[in-house]
């Protein structure tokens, strides 16, 4: 069994579309999202299109309950008071551009799922399985870590949020996270996705996919939405 898992697409139909060709061609059997479609990026309405058109199974980004709730912030927890700005900016400007039945299907989605896949006990979540917005970095300290997974009745989790990838095992516990479909911040234009193939073990790699990000990047500049934005799909770097 083939898993194609991904995350915080933002707003970029161009990565999203280069990712889920790569995925198939890689002969996936299952794609998941891991929440995270809008925000900061010049197509939501596509990227949420997309995804629905596709039945993808899909968890709720602490930015896809802002932009369908209508909330004041976003959950990004920015202390820079420039990052502060350009997401209330961003959060407002997608507000606007996504069409009210697309916040009903975005308000709608489930804050986890759960799968039972080639016998391994699968459970998606978008920030970590306690709270929405809560990043899992890599470098988290063992036993806080282990202490949060108690009681999760998974063997494998799959998580976001971060915008950066990696795989941990901790006791029993597999925990993978996808890293940014559509956002990169690991210092290369390129997107990432965790492919898991499950079997009597647990094996994981992180494809990189390139993309038309000049497209994105041009997206975003016919926008209000801030330059800044464009920048960051053109470096790799936020």
């Not at 917005?133 to 997974?149: A, F, K, Q």
Request: aromatic content about 8%.
């Amino acid at each position: 069994m083939r898993i194609a898992a991904f995350s915080d697409i933002h707003g970029n139909k161009h990565a999203l579309d280069a990712l889920l060709a790569d995925a198939a061609a890689r002969s996936a059997d299952q794609t998941l999202c891991l929440g995270d479609l809008v925000g900061y990026g010049a197509f939501p309405n596509e990227v949420i299109e997309r995804i629905r058109s596709e039945s993808i199974p899909t968890v709720a980004g602490n930015y896809d309950d802002g932009v369908g709730f209508d909330r004041d912030e976003c959950g990004c927890a920015y202390t820079d008071p420039g990052d502060i700005e350009r997401g209330d900016r961003s959060l407002r400007w997608t507000q606007a551009a996504v069409t009210p039945e697309n916040k009903a299907w975005l308000r709608g989605l489930p804050r986890e799922l759960r799968f039972e896949l080639a016998g391994w006990r699968v459970l998606c979540v978008h920030g970590s399985p306690r709270k929405i917005n809560e990043y899992l970095y890599e470098d988290r300290p063992e036993r806080s870590l282990s202490h949060m997974l108690e009681g999760i009745e998974a063997d494998l989790l799959l998580c976001g949020h971060t915008h950066l990838p990696y795989h941990r095992r901790v006791g029993d516990v597999h925990v993978v996270n996808s890293g940014t479909a559509g956002r990169p911040r690991h210092g290369e234009t390129r997107v990432c996705y965790a492919l898991i193939e499950l079997g009597e073990s647990v094996r994981v790699e992180f494809p990189r996919v390139p993309y038309d990000f000049e497209a994105a990047a041009a997206g975003i500049e016919a926008t209000e939405l801030p330059r800044e934005f464009a920048v960051a799909l053109r470096t790799g770097r936020y």
